[in-house]
């Protein structure tokens, strides 16, 4: 910080990174609780010689800078922290008077504490504040970023695993990746590979985490828990009732990425690719950005906090917030190609399906929204959660109908078939029209297979049609339909 920007910033009130003291000839008591709250958050400067006076500082100068230079730096070597640090002095002359700065850089390690570890502080606006009980552990667990998923638990084994979810991940490496499906390797031989057990056969936590049983989850991980609520306004007051979708707990990670999934593809516009799997294939849609927001939140969540992740669907936005802290600061995401997952073995499954980026934290991807879509994303970041959250447009009739009584997503849709279908849902109906003209004694189950969505929004979609008088059912069956067109009014 050069003079001039100095000057500069004792134009304005301090900041979460600049903090003004007087210290005329000691330096003041309090001075250590802003050094552990810098460390402890994004860092920051401590400038002496400085009065503040309400809104306005004063340069009231230092009498002898070199030795409080002395005595700062020997505090910070000392036993007084938990931890060695560090910091870069400078000394500026402003109207005669010597003022001295600091810099006191983030630190790698938290938290940073002087004392006793009652004694964490972290930087709220512009002030110092004890970090809580809770915030402390958050700390602490951060140290073990893309560690601690990584350990193998003793006495386990790949029986704990669920069976049925493990043999869907090998079949969709089958269908997707070939070079790294391990066709020929027992599950054994396929789990130590790809780190879901060690050398030992000992399941790891991310293994575990990604296809474990529920019941052996939580012996282990009692916090796993995730969740996707959906809600009939802009917010929880606003609604009429609290949700109309909340998703079932699932067995593990595997299981909620594909509920998930079909509830987000319900939301957006995207082409009618389908490959066996419901997946679009090299599709830039809206879909893949919702998809590689999702697929982050289940490789970065911190499974052992408390705090669990969540994604709420509103009527104007969706939003992801993720427990655990993002691992680098928010306004460096995508300046880096650096990639740092919180639980790397979760992450490399998630890659080696083609389910998510290989290089970098996809924001690139994640930014896209905006152009895709004409509506915002934002990132927000706190330290024990994050959140990113993506505009949605809905016309006031599919707003009327966006989350019903079933819990499907969707508008009405209305006006003369051709006319304007407003959203997935309309786009969906207008496929199922486009099938049963094509196939006029399809059955539903032959709607599922050739539009990739779930038999309980077919048949949701179905029972709109009847009810608009696009079609009616034909036959002794219940799943054939004949198409009849709408007469214009």
Same mark, same amino acid.
């Given at each position: ?6 000057l ?11 903090e ?35 809104k ?32 870069? +002095?400078?000394k500026? @002359?402003?109207?005669?008077?010597? /003022?001295?700065?600091?810099? &006191? $850089? ?5 938290? =940073? ?14 002030g ?44 969709y ?5 070939l ?26 936590? +991310?293994?575990?985490? @990604?296809f474990?049983?529920?019941? /052996?989850?939580h012996?282990? &991980? $009692? ?5 996707? =609520?959906?809600?009939?306004?802009n ?13 079932p707990?699932q ?9 998930m ?22 599709d ?26 969540c994604?709420?669907i ?5 939003e992801?917030?993720? +427990? ?6 928010v ?15 979760i992450?490399k ?18 930014k ?15 330290r ?31 006006g ?11 786009k ?9 003209i ?21 048949q ?30």
């Open positions: 910080m050069t003079k001039d920007d100095l500069k910033r004792l134009q304005d009130i301090e900041w979460d990174d600049f003004v003291k007087a210290a005329k000839s000691d330096l003041p008591n309090n001075i250590w609780e802003t050094v552990s709250a810098f460390c402890n958050s994004s860092g920051g400067w401590i400038v002496l010689g400085v009065a503040q006076q309400g306005q500082y004063e340069i009231s100068g230092v009498n002898n800078a070199e030795k409080l230079e002395q005595d700062f730096f020997s505090s910070l070597r000392s036993q007084k922290f938990n931890a060695i640090l560090t910091a870069r +002095a400078y500026y @002359m402003i109207e005669g008077k010597t /003022v001295l700065a600091f810099f &006191v $850089p983030s630190s790698l390690q938290k938290p =940073i504490y002087f004392n006793t570890p009652t004694n964490t502080f972290i930087r709220c606006g512009s110092d504040q004890r970090a809580t009980h809770t915030e402390i552990a958050a700390m602490f667990r951060e140290q073990s970023f893309g560690i601690r998923s990584e350990l193998a638990i003793p006495d386990t084994h790949i029986g704990l695993l669920n069976q049925d979810s493990l043999h869907a991940y090998r079949n490496l089958n269908a997707f990746n070079l790294v499906a391990y066709v020929d390797y027992d599950d054994n031989l396929f789990c130590e590979k790809l780190g879901i057990t060690d050398e030992k056969g000992f399941l790891t936590y +991310a293994g575990l985490l @990604m474990g049983k529920t019941e /052996v989850i012996r282990h &991980v $009692p916090t796993f828990w995730m969740d996707l =609520i959906e809600v009939p306004g917010s929880v007051q606003e609604a009429k009732t609290r949700y109309t979708y909340r998703i707990e067995e593990n990670i595997w299981e909620y990425y594909h509920v999934i079909k509830r987000l593809r319900l939301l957006v516009d995207t082409p009618f690719k389908i490959n066996n799997e419901g997946v679009a294939v090299d830039d849609s809206q879909f893949m950005v919702l998809r590689e927001a999702l697929v982050n939140m289940l490789m970065h969540t911190d499974h052992f906090n408390p705090v669990h992740s994604i709420r509103y009527t104007n936005r969706v992801f917030m993720n +427990a655990g802290s993002f691992p680098i600061p306004e460096r995401l995508g300046t880096s190609m650096m990639s740092k997952p919180r639980n790397p073995t992450a499954l998630f890659r080696f399906a083609k389910l998510a980026e290989t290089i970098g934290f996809g924001i690139d991807k994640l896209s929204w905006k152009q895709l879509t004409g509506n915002d994303i934002t990132f927000y970041g706190e024990e959660y994050v959140c990113l959250t993506f505009g949605l447009i809905r016309t006031d009739e599919s707003i009327n109908e966006t989350l019903n009584e079933s819990g499907q997503i969707g508008g009405q849709m209305g003369q078939m051709g006319g304007q279908m407003g959203g997935q849902m309309a969906s109906r207008s496929e199922i029209l486009n099938q049963i094509l196939n006029q004694n399809i059955t539903r189950k032959e709607l599922v297979e050739k539009i990739g969505i779930a038999p309980s929004a077919i949701k979609h179905l029972e709109i049609l009847v009810k608009d008088g696009y079609i009616r059912r034909e036959g002794k069956t219940k799943t054939s339909y004949w198409l009849i067109l709408k007469k214009e009014d």
